[in-house]
DNA sequence: CGTCCTATTGAACAGATTCAATTACCGTGG
DNA sequence: CCACGGTAATTGAATCTGTTCAATAGGACG
């Protein structure tokens, strides 16, 4: 979602301290400690893989800074169908609802760590503070433009296509920390995929071993996809 | 998108003065002679059915607000496959790109009309009223909800529960203006129905007539649609 | 009344799904 | 160290939903 960056002005004691990921998206705006102040009594939170960090209904009144692990954001049909709506890594804000409810559940991947902060604690310092208003503008336009995106995948693309598209943009974000990178980590499984490019999980296997078939990519174990051919596989995502 | 309201302080020579549709969003913030001080020269457009208000890429240096008529928002894939993002309709605004250039192209449905105003004068007023920003973040966090809700219907629903969602929306904005209203314009057509719900021109058709026959739905016209169960559209539309 | 464009309908087809079976992997315990 | 059990991933075959291509019908307009 949006770059990170080292923090170096929090207390010792800041479960946060320890990580070296901070989310950049307020820096213009709200260092480190500026944060500090938005903080809840126990701010650290550990959730198992498959836990949930809230459910699409649940009162949103604490905002999540995800320091560790990656989650999934997903919506329930009544039947049980899923749509994963998105990713989110280290770095990542969430839980900055307009509406007092949240819209979509989050759920932990792998082992997570967040740091909690106070809603209302918050609010007030954005109402004291109009620049923060801009920050979050840009970040709720920014995935405005990142679901749009995501609406012509699932609107238009083919399975190869999306898959190929849903890989390129992990390794592009890979390649913002470590330029060059060819080696994508997958945290989530095959089903979290599926659901997020609108398939099956069979499907999204079947189209892995095609990619591998074809020498676009090694798949190195389930979770660790080596880039062999990345114009190529930037062929197939568009058409 | 979003509600309008009747606007009463607009001079008399203003291109929208005539109309009684007014776009509510800076309400709270920007009332009509406000806006006005945002206006081009030759600030009025019109636009035939088909023709562009501007294409993907274009620069971002003017916002519309639409005034009469209908638009559609889409996103192009390299081989020509379309998918269209939203219909827009009178009290829309638009061109409030957060980059310099436009991320979608916009179309007349209909004859359109649309009120120009400068976004360099509009963006400088911003700086100075920053309770514009929170507009402006309700807005695209609004968007983004709807974008979402979007992702649900293109990842998991069948055609069937596509169309009658939209059916439902439309029939919700509808009667927003006119309660208890059960009739439906639909200005696009089956192509761009089809472009916006992932479908062919041909499903969407077979879904109308599908709809007619067991009762769900009258067509009066091919842009005339009457709601006849509007408790069994809605079982449909969920699963 | 004829033309043009859109919508509808039909029939064959294709891509993805479903359901079922097999394989690979990982941690646990003998 | 290896056997075992459980989970996730892969592969296969049949099926199905929606697409494609083609033909027909319907409406608006000159």
Redesign the pocket.
């Known amino acids: 979602m949006l770059t990170v960056t080292r923090h170096e002005n929090l207390p010792a004691d800041h479960p946060c301290a320890g990580c070296e990921i901070r989310m950049r998206t307020f820096c213009s705006v709200l260092d480190a400690s500026e944060l500090e102040k938005f903080r809840c009594q126990g701010s650290t939170g550990r959730l198992d893989p498959g836990r949930p960090l809230f459910h699409q209904g649940d009162p949103a009144d604490v905002i999540f800074n995800l320091t560790k692990g990656s989650l999934r954001l997903y919506k329930l049909l009544p039947d049980g169908r899923r749509q994963v709506t998105g990713f989110l890594f280290p770095g990542a804000f969430l839980g900055l609802a307009v509406r007092d409810v949240h819209a979509f559940s989050a759920e932990a991947i792998e082992p997570v760590e967040v740091c909690r902060y106070s809603r209302s604690r918050f609010d007030a310092f954005v109402d004291e503070h109009p620049r923060m208003e801009r920050e979050l503008y840009r970040i709720a336009a920014h995935e405005l433009a990142l679901a749009r995106e995501q609406l012509v995948l699932l609107g238009r693309k ?3 296509e999306r898959l190929a598209t849903f890989l390129l943009t992990l390794l592009k974000r890979m390649r913002e920390h470590e330029p060059g990178a060819d080696l994508i980590r997958l945290p989530m ?3 979290d995929i599926a659901d997020y490019l ?9 189209v ?2 095609a990619f591998k078939t074809t020498g676009l990519i090694r ?1 190195l ?2 979770d660790q996809v080596l880039v062999l051919d990345c114009a190529k596989l930037e062929c197939v995502a568009n058409g």
């Open positions: 083919t399975a190869n499984s095959r089903l609108g398939l099956t999980k069979e499907t999204v296997s079947r892995f071993t798949l174990s389930d």
